[in-house]
């Protein structure tokens, strides 16, 4: 798949860096994809995005619907749907700044890597069974003294 997309991203990126830009449509206080000159590079960006989104919402999603079925798999599971969660909002605010609402893309990128950062966190904080390498069984925190026995 990155034999496809990494082509298509190159070309998207050398397009939008040779794109003359219209400095008079360009405004000081937000960003804006209409002082682009070349408008048929902004349809490029929804294939980019979308496969993206497809690979880090759809495997977040998949986590957490697996971790949810696995016993002792409850922390993942809410960790996983924060991660979906906080992966949908820049899209969202994406959508909503192509509709003249560029604001609503920077609160949802902050809200979603806020959701994005709680979502490792839960995933990782509670830790109780660890794996062992030589029986690969897992073990208390308070019982990792005993692994080699």
């Known amino acids: 798949m990155t ?17 003359p830009t219209n400095v ?13 000159e070349w408008q048929w590079v902004r349809l490029l960006t929804p294939f980019i995005n979308g496969y993206a ?41 994406g959508g909503m700044a192509k509709a003249g609402m560029v604001e609503a893309l920077y609160i949802g990128e902050f809200v979603g890597i806020i959701l994005i950062f709680f979502g490792y966190y839960v995933c990782v904080r509670d830790m109780k ?3 062992t390498a030589d029986h690969g069984i897992f073990l ?9 026995n």
């Not at 496809?4 to 794109?19: K, R």
């Not at 208390?140 to 080699?148: F, H, L, P, V």
Request: without cysteine.
């Open 24 to 36: 008079a449509s360009l405004e000081t206080f937000r960003p804006s994809g209409a002082a682009l």
């Open 53 to 93: 989104a497809i690979f880090l919402i759809g495997s977040a999603a998949y986590s957490a619907i697996r971790f949810s079925k696995v016993e002792n798999g409850f922390n993942r599971a809410i960790g996983n749907t924060l991660i979906t969660i906080g992966a949908i909002l820049p899209g969202i605010g």
């Open 3 to 19: 034999a496809i997309s990494l082509p298509f991203i190159i070309f998207a990126s050398i397009a939008v860096l040779l794109s």
């Open 129 to 131: 069974a660890l794996p």
């Open 140 to 148: 208390q925190e308070d019982d990792t003294s005993k692994a080699g």
